[in-house]
């Protein structure tokens, strides 16, 4: 009986199948890779525009509490037009131009400066207590932008003052004027053309807009940030940011001043 010996050859993996298998490894990895990088790019630039949104969000829920109280408990004889033809008596609602009062714009940091006053209500700025309405305790609310992008709230006649939002580039402000007697504003002037025109009786609301920027460790993803920054556009100025790091948003809002809507009683007793 003949035994027939087989020799059994093995096939291996050749190099050329090697490099085939790297090379799909490598497009595999690297095609995952700029999935990831991607993703997370375009999850960083939208966690940067919403902390912008944030910020101005932030900033005017905080200053529609305290604008909203503007006039309440003043008096009507300190609050008529007569008033407001001589110099500032400190009872008033809207506080004179100047560098302690309103500014339409700041020239320090380009910003609008918006106070106003009230005796009645909640004290402002998170001062705690409530106003009783007293003459004696009518305060000042003034909101502006430190060099730092700070919005502050500032109550002068307490010698305090407190930042509420950081983030915020640019603020304006115009303010509403009622020309028909309807409580509604037809209109909206700088705080300089309201003063010109005599107009602060038929103030009746306050339109605010602000750029705000997101914040310290927000910055844009370089495949994000523009070549050159770029203008926007801020209730009718202009505003340019310095650097492209950062995202920028820009928004408005109205407050209507409830407690001034009827210009008519507050002219009644000039």
């Known amino acids: 009986m003949m035994s027939l010996n087989r020799i059994k050859k093995q096939s291996g993996v050749s190099l050329i199948s090697l490099m085939i298998a ?6 595999v990895i690297g095609g995952a890779g700029k999935v990831y990088v991607d993703s997370k790019n375009t999850f960083n630039a939208r966690s940067a525009i919403a902390a912008a949104t944030e910020n101005y969000r932030f900033a005017f829920q905080d200053m529609r509490r305290v604008i909203v109280m ?5 008096l009507p004889e300190n609050d008529s037009d007569t008033v407001y033809a001589d110099t500032d008596n400190n009872l008033r609602t809207f506080p004179a131009i100047g560098a302690n009062g309103i500014l339409d714009i700041d020239p320090t940091t380009q910003s609008s400066i918006i106070a106003i006053r009230y005796s009645s209500g909640p004290a402002p700025c998170g001062l705690g207590g409530t106003l009783t309405g007293d003459v ?3 305060i000042t609310a ?7 992008g700070n919005l502050i709230c500032e109550v002068p006649e307490r010698d305090y003052a407190q930042a509420l939002v950081s983030g915020i580039a640019r603020m ?3 303010y509403g004027i009622d020309t028909d007697g309807d409580g509604l504003a037809n209109q909206y002037l700088t705080a300089t053309l ?3 025109g005599a107009l602060w009786v038929n103030v009746v609301a306050i339109r605010v807009g602000i750029v705000a920027g997101s914040g310290e460790g927000q910055e844009l993803p ?4 523009p070549e050159t920054p770029e203008e926007m556009d801020v209730m009718g100025s202009t505003f340019t940011p310095t650097e492209t790091s950062r995202a920028y948003k820009s928004s408005s809002t109205t407050i209507t001043l409830r407690n001034l809507r009827n210009g008519i009683n507050r002219q009644a007793t000039s």
């Open 194 to 196: 309201v003063d010109d």
């Open 70 to 74: 503007a006039g309440r408990g003043i």
């Open 136 to 138: 004696a305790e009518t």
């Open 22 to 27: 790297s090379l799909i490894g490598i497009f």
């Open 172 to 174: 304006r402000a115009l």
């Open 222 to 225: 370089a495949a994000f940030r």
């Open 142 to 148: 003034r909101f502006y932008i430190d060099l730092d």
